[in-house]
């Protein structure tokens, strides 16, 4: 079965700080690849996907993310982070074939300091 | 409707009662997902339908746990003789279709915070 690890689970920041959150996952198969995003007290919101092709996606609010396939991974970046960045960060990956639910990482808690 | 909608909201419970959550996904998804969200956890996939058929019951924590969807909209998870160890976030996402590519982002609802006392 696939698994997920996000490396970072608490991380703490001042704001127009770079940002990177780590994500590697565990399967060989063709994956379609996710991070989500979860403000205090809203519900999980997309901020970006990999389908296929160009493995740097852009998402909302300025985050970016690539795929690195030979390091199974899907690092999230932001260059400059703010203070509305305060979230919970999770990283969630789609197998092509078996179970089709995502699979999600434990989640990084992302507090930025003004 | 504009997103997927999950009643109630919170849910506050005794040990052994049943509990039902209901999801609305978002019209037209044919795939919808029910996930639960706990604090040693995290979020766990627990059941996904395509129309009214859930080919994957496994992810299910045990037995006292199913989930049922009708004429391709709304499911309901339902929750027998609740223990304390169910009290979590259940949530509800669907899709406009489950297979790979784009089509398949999941949206998610708000969640059914459940409190088994």
């Known amino acids: 079965a696939q698994s997920v690890s996000q490396h970072n689970h608490h991380v703490i920041l001042s704001e127009a700080a770079s940002l990177e959150l780590g994500c590697n996952y565990s399967y060989g198969g063709t994956v379609n690849l996710f991070w989500y995003v979860q403000y205090p007290g809203q519900h999980l919101q997309l901020l970006l996907k990999?389908?296929?092709?160009?493995?740097l996606v852009k998402g909302i609010k300025g985050f970016e993310a690539e795929f690195i396939k030979s390091k199974f991974s899907f690092n999230l970046r932001k260059p400059s982070v703010q203070w509305s960045d305060t979230a919970e960060y999770f990283c969630?990956?789609?197998?092509?074939?078996?179970?089709?639910?995502?699979?999600f990482g434990k989640g990084t808690h992302l507090i930025i300091q003004p | 409707g504009a997103g997927v909608s999950q009643s109630p909201s919170n849910k506050v419970t005794e040990k052994g009662k049943d509990v039902e959550l209901r999801c609305d996904p978002i019209?037209?998804?044919?795939?919808l997902y029910w996930y639960r969200q706990s604090l040693g956890q995290g979020l766990e996939f627990l059941i996904y339908?395509?129309?009214?058929?859930?080919?994957?019951k496994s992810g299910l924590p045990s037995d006292r746990f199913s989930a049922e969807r009708t004429g391709g909209s709304v499911s309901t998870l339902t929750i027998q003789r609740t223990q304390q160890e169910d009290s979590a976030v259940y949530l509800c996402?669907?899709?406009?279709?489950?297979?790979?590519?784009?089509?398949?982002?999941?949206?998610f609802g708000p969640g059914t915070r459940l409190t088994v006392l």
């Open positions: 339908f395509q129309g009214n058929s859930a080919p994957d």
């Open positions: 969630a990956v789609k197998t092509g074939g078996g179970a089709d639910g995502l699979t």
């Open positions: 996402a669907s899709s406009l279709t489950r297979d790979t590519g784009s089509l398949n982002e999941q949206f």
């Open positions: 019209s037209g998804h044919t795939a």
């Open positions: 990999y389908f296929s092709g160009d493995p």
